[in-house]
């Protein structure tokens, strides 16, 4: 690592930059899958797009590697690096939402929780990720498959424009009318094209659901997974759910002796009329025995 690249960041940037030196740089270089244990030179907490036109310029400057973090989850690690400068979204986090236009502005950092509390307020929503702890910007650079997708299509569907700083540390708006060819890569395209510092979504009407999570015993699972198959290949679109595996956490509604357990689990939202709920529901929780179960009305 070049001596004066610290002193530069410092110099040159508004905001935090963390390095081995201080007392937070053990958590401040966390991610959220601990099989990634990287060291990164410097974790720049930006403070806006200056910092992070700043951040690239400099890491090109002294060909360092450089890597950004929106929410951290990153299961592949790219949220991170080691010797190299972390650009780290989460103090830029902030959500707008233009009612009027059914549309909503969200800093690189934002997570689909705050996205979501944000636009709740509203009626509306988009398709986001699975877990409100998510950032928004890795599921929408990925595609985006959400609770919402069967109606409204996947979150990079519904995203309208993107502010990009690209390598040479350019700032450029992408969407359908203008930097079309950029505008490709956040719908899905991956990474590697320049960093988003804000996404632009379509809204819809979404207000309160009736959202459900079914465990199961894990020997059940040929056949819930079949019926899930069969049942969802019909469903109308408003009713969407997703099944996999799971350690059964210690939630108050699972038998204490069954934390821990391996299971079989359903989760997911029906969005028609709420009245429907729980009659949409229950072909789930007599297809087999089930361990625990929470099927509610919630925003």
């Not at 030179?41 to 360092?64: H, K, L, N, P, Y």
């Not at 998510?134 to 595609?143: D, K, Q, V």
């Not at 069967?150 to 390598?167: F, P, Q």
């Not at 099944?243 to 210690?250: K, Q, S, T």
Request: net charge negative; charged share 20%.
């Amino acid at each position: 690592m070049p001596d004066s690249l610290i002193p530069q960041l410092m110099t040159r940037l508004q905001g935090r930059v963390i390095t081995p030196v201080d007392r937070d740089y053990q958590i401040a270089r966390l991610v959220y899958n601990n099989l990634v244990d990287k060291r990164p030179a410097a974790t720049v907490r930006v403070s806006g797009v200056d910092d992070v036109v700043g951040a690239v310029r400099i890491a090109q400057e002294f060909g360092v590697d450089l890597a950004i973090r929106g929410g951290g989850h990153s299961a592949s690690g790219f949220g991170t690096c080691d010797g190299g400068i972390v650009i780290d979204f989460a103090d830029y986090d902030r959500v707008r939402v233009n009612p009027v236009t059914a549309r909503a502005r969200a800093e690189g950092g934002a997570r689909w929780a705050g996205f979501n509390h944000a636009t709740h307020a509203f009626g509306m929503a988009t398709t986001g990720g699975l877990d409100g702890a998510e950032g928004i910007a890795g599921p929408t650079l990925s595609g985006g498959i959400g609770y919402l997708a069967r109606k409204y299509g996947l979150s990079c569907d519904n995203l309208l424009s993107a502010e990009v700083v690209i390598a040479d540390g350019t700032v450029h708006t992408a969407s359908a009318i203008e930097n079309e060819d950029l505008f490709w890569a956040p719908r899905g395209g991956g990474g590697n094209f320049g960093v988003v510092t804000s996404f632009e979504y379509r809204l819809h009407p979404v207000d309160m659901v009736h959202a459900g999570v079914i465990f199961y015993s894990i020997d059940d699972s040929r056949t819930v997974a079949e019926f899930y198959r069969e049942h969802l290949a019909s469903a109308p679109k408003e009713f969407s759910a997703f099944l996999g595996f799971h350690l059964c956490p210690a939630a108050s509604y699972l038998p204490a002796e069954r934390h821990g357990e391996p299971m079989c689990v359903v989760a997911g939202i029906w969005i028609g009329d709420l009245a429907e709920g729980e009659a949409r529901w229950q072909p789930y929780l007599d297809v087999a025995p089930v361990v625990g179960a929470m099927v509610q009305r919630m925003p």
